[in-house]
């Protein structure tokens, strides 16, 4: 059927007169719009080729599929392509059968990365100076990408492709991650036809906490039905390039690929855990030997490449929480847990790896892998936020609270599972990040920036199986795939003039050889008051330690490396090159000027993560919440920390049997719940996961009727570790039903996921005294209010019990 007799029928109820080929008379207005005086003539073509602005813009001919994997906290020393211990199938294929870079660098941090990735600007310039919930509202450090760096995705998009992200957003303000936020810099609003992941920057792998598209989505299953995060993402991802191929054949794709590994939590199946079950006991540091060989040995690494002490930094200048403790002054016990740590975590990489490897089989046997640009990657060095000690709860870290090794034993067994959120001590951050200086966080070492990278493009590189050694950082991928397609970024994208790209084009290494001279000539680094600028095979580097709050940078000394001549970074040459770090230094301010990335942070992660943002709604003292809402994120939801606080929820009780969640917010590593079970009112505090749970149990039995239930905390002092000290009542109407002290957490429950919900508890649940999600039943929530005003909770209840017989 032709364009103009599609029109013709889609417009008779309307009545309007269509000119053209195929349409010769003229409607009356019927019904609404019978008043309809005039018409609207349409020129209908024959020719879809004639409809102008319209008509589809094709992709380049040949152009490529994009399939772009990119990890989280992975240094170059933990995976097998490079000679580390992690079994990576996956990778090792796509290795055998493209490129391995040995000297490609990222911004130390994730956010940060990411936004490099997206948009092929220095992190700074896209206001991403740290990750997101560390915003400080200047410009380069606002937590927004700015409408003057477009992202890949767009111009992609604007040239014929679909475009896909999955997995790990980190990329969004922490006030928009909510159900009424901004959607402006959600993937969907960055370019991306469609998206399927987490929006911040980290999530359970059991019960992730999912968003798809513009929604936020409950899990299609839980992990006693087999669920994980990473199989259920390669699901996806064969799912949208299927649908997408199905509708439309000649399109080419771009897929954003970023699996929750290896971030904390640190979680896999067992029979993987199973796999590394006592490969990681002879410790970090004869680890560090080991894999330094086999680098050498491969090539990673010149075969004089010597190995950097463990706590390099000076006391004056390191950071407590960041220090190795030498293998041999661990108990057995600490290094029985401290090698199953590590098991865990390469039994999470491997298992990503083989679900990328799905994804991979499928591109095969579809015919599309030969044409298919395939980049696999990390986003910065491994983590040193398990603490010397290692954790069986990473939010600890965020909370400045200690780790205790008694405690963590007692989970030895369910590492890995459910019942831990765990990550590794500092020794193996280390160790994964051979053979250079510390390890994530840290821009002006490559232990915090040098990361793995292979790609493949079987049409597209004819070399199989090399080496390549020319210096690149994440800033070049985006000029690169530019290259490869044959498109520019605009000087002007919708009506806003644009950011030059910071980087510089890599394809000219597909066809080089492994130690052509590399066409970059300087990049800048700076992260958390770290700082650092590579320029011509020279490195110089500031001594300064992230999260110190010690400020004075104009104090700090800078050392000096050849980078050409030292691949680790061994041999500070500061006093015998004096002129030339001085020039690094300037080139240094120069850049840093240019890239917006004054004025340097260095504080504290609590005091970072704490700072009340500019939110579309006004803090407030007192927060209404009404039943069956979507999780409320932590970023915009009431702010207990630190203070005195009540919680009073409406509540009508129908049968005697009525149970289950009026309020929760937090998971079983950090959170507090409101609950019914067993005729009792209980109020749980849940202390970073530490047991036993703090919990209050009414002295008295719920009969139905209409109540107003609640509880106070009033705080009266500060722990030792800025833990908030106090006393908590527990009431049902006026009466207290239950009291005593209890302390609450510093700083947040969770990076991101587990928000507030009333009504049920949505993913993880917060207390072990029910199953999530604890559907209430038996009755009817009218509303809650949590408070932080100072009204004394009697005459709230009062107020609370008037709604209620209003009601």
Avoid at 168 to 180: L, W
Avoid at 207 to 229: M, W
Avoid at 416 to 437: I, K, L, M, N, R
Avoid at 583 to 609: F, G, H, S, V, Y
């Amino acid at each position: 059927m032709k364009p103009a007799t599609l029109l013709s029928m889609a417009c008779i109820g309307l009545g309007v007169a269509i000119a053209g080929p195929a349409a010769a008379q003229q409607t009356q207005p019927v019904g609404p719009y019978k008043d309809f005086k005039g018409k609207i003539e349409l020129d209908v073509r024959d020719s879809v080729a004639d409809w102008g602005p319209f008509t589809p813009r094709k992709a380049p001919e040949g152009a490529p599929n994009i399939l772009f994997v990119l990890y989280d906290d992975t240094g170059l020393a933990a995976w097998s392509p490079y000679g580390g211990r992690i079994n990576m199938p996956t990778l090792d294929k796509l290795a055998a059968e493209g490129l391995t870079y040995t000297q490609w660098h990222t911004a130390a941090l994730c956010s940060p990365t990411r936004s490099t990735l997206l948009t092929g600007r220095n992190h700074t310039l896209n206001g991403m100076a740290a990750i997101t919930e560390g915003a400080n509202g200047f410009p380069g450090a606002s937590g927004r990408i700015p409408p003057q760096a477009a992202t890949i995705a767009e111009i992609l998009k604007d040239n014929g492709y679909s475009t896909f992200w999955l997995g790990k957003n980190h990329n969004v303000p922490e006030q928009d991650v909510a159900s009424g936020g901004n959607r402006s810099t959600w993937p969907l609003g960055m370019g991306f036809d469609r998206f399927y992941g987490f929006i911040g920057g980290e999530t359970n792998q059991w019960y992730p906490d999912l968003v798809e598209d513009n929604r936020f989505i409950e899990p299609p299953s839980a992990p006693q039905d087999g669920y994980h995060f990473s199989k259920d993402l390669a699901d996806q991802a064969i799912r949208m390039i299927r649908d997408q191929k199905a509708t439309n054949p000649s399109k080419p794709w771009f897929m954003w690929y970023n699996p929750g590994a290896n971030h904390a939590p640190h979680q896999a199946p067992q029979d993987f855990i199973d796999k590394y079950k006592g490969k990681f006991d002879d410790g970090y540091e004869a680890y560090r030997g080991w894999v330094l060989a086999r680098m050498i040995e491969r090539g990673v690494l010149p075969k004089d490449t010597q190995l950097t002490p463990l706590n390099p930094l000076p006391a004056d200048a390191a950071y407590a929480p960041d220090m190795v403790r030498p293998w041999d002054s661990l108990s057995p016990d600490e290094k029985k847990l401290f090698s199953r740590l590590a098991e865990v975590y390469a039994a999470f990489s491997e298992y990503t790896d083989v679900q990328i490897g799905r994804i991979i089989d499928y591109l095969e046997k579809s015919g599309q892998l030969e044409n298919t640009i395939v980049i696999y990657a990390a986003d910065n060095g491994a983590s040193g936020e398990g603490s010397p000690n290692g954790s069986v709860n990473e939010n600890k870290f965020f909370n400045g609270y200690p780790d205790d090794i008694a405690e963590n034993m007692k989970l030895i067994d369910k590492l890995g599972g459910p019942d831990t959120y765990e990550h590794f001590p500092t020794g193996w951050a280390a160790a994964f990040s051979t053979p250079f200086q510390m390890f994530k966080r840290y821009s002006q070492y490559s232990g915090g920036t040098a990361d793995p990278l292979v790609i493949s493009w079987p049409k597209g590189i004819k070399a199989r199986g090399e080496i390549r050694n020319q210096y690149h950082h994440s800033v070049d991928i985006v000029p690169t795939l530019l290259d490869i397609i044959g498109i520019e970024m605009p000087k002007v994208y919708r009506g806003v003039e644009q950011f030059p790209l910071s980087g510089v084009s890599m394809r000219y290494t597909f066809d080089a050889a492994p130690d052509a001279p590399t066409q970059k000539k300087r990049q800048f680094y700076a992260m958390l008051g770290t700082r650092g600028i590579w320029e011509n095979g020279w490195l110089a580097s500031a001594v300064h330690a992230p999260f110190t709050g010690k400020g004075k940078f104009d104090q700090d000394r800078w050392q000096l490396y050849n980078v050409e001549a030292d691949r680790s970074e061994s041999k500070d040459l500061a006093d015998a090159h004096p002129e030339k770090l001085a020039a690094l230094i300037k080139a240094w301010n120069e850049e840093a000027r240019t890239n917006l990335a004054l004025p340097l942070d260095d504080r504290t992660a609590p005091q970072m993560l704490g700072v009340e943002r500019p939110s579309a709604e006004p803090v407030r003292d007192r927060y209404i919440y009404y039943p069956g809402t979507a999780p409320v994120p932590e970023g915009v939801a009431v702010n207990v920390r630190n203070r005195s606080y009540k919680i009073l929820a409406n509540v009508e009780i129908d049968t005697p049997d009525a149970s289950g969640v009026i309020f929760a917010h937090g998971s079983r590593f950090g959170g507090h719940a409101l609950f019914i079970k067993d005729h009792k009112l209980y109020y749980v505090y849940n202390f970073l996961g530490i047991k036993p749970e703090q919990t209050f149990i009414s002295n008295v039995d719920l009969k139905p009727g209409k109540y107003t239930l609640g509880m106070e905390f009033t705080r009266t002092g500060a722990g030792p570790h800025s833990e908030s000290l106090g006393t908590t009542k527990l009431y049902i109407n006026d009466k207290v039903v239950a009291e005593g002290p209890m302390r609450t957490q510093p700083a947040k429950f969770t990076l991101s996921g587990d928000g507030l919900c009333i009504g049920y508890d949505s993913g993880d649940a917060v207390s072990q005294d029910y199953t999530s999600p604890g559907t209430f039943r038996g009755g009817t929530i009218q509303g809650i209010a949590v408070t932080v005003e100072k009204a004394a909770y009697t005459d709230l209840a009062q107020e609370a019990q008037r709604a209620l017989a209003r009601d």
